[in-house]
């Protein structure tokens, strides 16, 4: 088991008091397989450094959690499919 960070940058058009409750969902996977989430932090929505899909801004979420390598990617993988999701960005804080 690793620990990992991953960044989420949702659609803006979105309703922020949704964002939870999705995320939950699809974090779901890393509890079904044996991982803990540790924490899920939303900022809220921010500007954007340059356009992604057409939009200036997005909706950020940080989730830390401990997860075997094949959980973390089947995670990166279905938030990918998501079309509310512009970005995802998946890393090791211990690993250099």
Do not use: C, H
Request: charged share 35%; no cysteine; hydrophobic share 35%.
């Amino acid at each position: 088991m690793r620990q990992y960070e991953m960044m989420i940058i949702l659609d803006p058009e979105i309703d922020e008091r949704t964002v939870t409750p999705s995320l939950d969902k699809y974090l779901q996977v890393i509890t079904n397989d044996k991982g803990t989430v540790d924490k899920l932090d939303i900022w809220g929505r921010r500007r954007l450094a340059y356009p992604i899909k057409k939009k200036n801004d997005g909706i950020y979420a940080v989730v830390n959690f401990t997860s075997e390598s094949a959980t973390a990617k089947e995670l990166e993988r279905q938030l990918g499919l998501n079309e509310t999701i512009l970005r995802t960005k998946l890393l090791r804080p211990d690993a250099r």
